[in-house]
């Protein structure tokens, strides 16, 4: 099982942190605080059109790390389901993992194996090739939607193959990033070390079921 696990975390990194394409954007994102509008938008003082900035936090609404979105791009359940999973990866957390994911894909993809020792493979996986040290997420941004026919068909034929039955509301994918802490207490971006090593940005997908946001990777 052990050998099973370490020859496709690859696979499963690759789907988790699935690299966005064209749609990206290209700029560099320098390591610094992010005290500032972390979605990326300008919307001016008082305005809370659907390009204003919104911020839950675990203080005052039902998630387990700050994310930060503008209702242009997510409702607050799908920005929801978002900081549900990248806090799972963060903690190795099980339980926020199978909240976060469509059940029969996670049974798909875990193939066997058990969520915690999928979870435990891909901290690795990004502290060895990503952060280069243990890390701690501290905040998740959803800064665009790139959901098209064509970014959506794997995920939908994901689907197709672990929930033959299930019929999509709705579908998105987003340009995310994550903030996370390194030893030294400041916060650096996710996206950046992406960026200095050639890769593209991050992108998640989230699907409506039944009424309901889950995680499709």
């Known amino acids: 099982m ?86 799972a990866l963060s903690e190795k957390n099980t339980e926020y993992l199978e909240k976060a994911v469509y059940p029969d894909v996670l049974s798909y993809k875990l193939d066997g194996s058990s969520a915690q020792e999928y979870l435990n493979v891909e901290y690795d996986y990004i502290k060895d090739n990503l952060t280069e040290s243990d890390f701690k997420f501290t905040a998740v941004t959803i800064d665009d939607d790139l959901t098209s ?37 400041g916060q650096l971006s996710l996206s950046a070390r992406l960026r200095e090593k050639g890769m593209e940005d991050i992108q998640v997908a989230v699907y409506t079921i039944d009424g309901k946001p889950y995680i499709i990777f």
């Open 149 to 185: 026919d064509d970014i959506c068909s794997a995920y939908d034929s994901l689907l197709a193959k672990a929930a033959p039955d299930a019929k999509p509301e709705s579908r998105k994918v987003f340009r995310a990033n994550c903030l996370y802490e390194k030893g030294d207490g």
């Open 2 to 87: 052990a050998g099973f696990i370490r020859k496709t975390a690859a696979v499963f990194a690759a789907l988790l942190i699935t690299m966005s394409a064209a749609a990206c954007d290209k700029k560099k994102e320098e390591e610094h605080d992010h005290d500032h509008n972390m979605a990326g938008m300008n919307a001016p003082d008082g305005d809370y059109s659907s390009a204003a900035e919104t911020v839950l936090r675990p203080d005052n609404s039902d998630v387990p790390i700050t994310i930060t979105y503008c209702k242009e791009y997510a409702s607050g359940e799908e920005a929801a389901k978002v900081a549900e999973f990248y806090y």
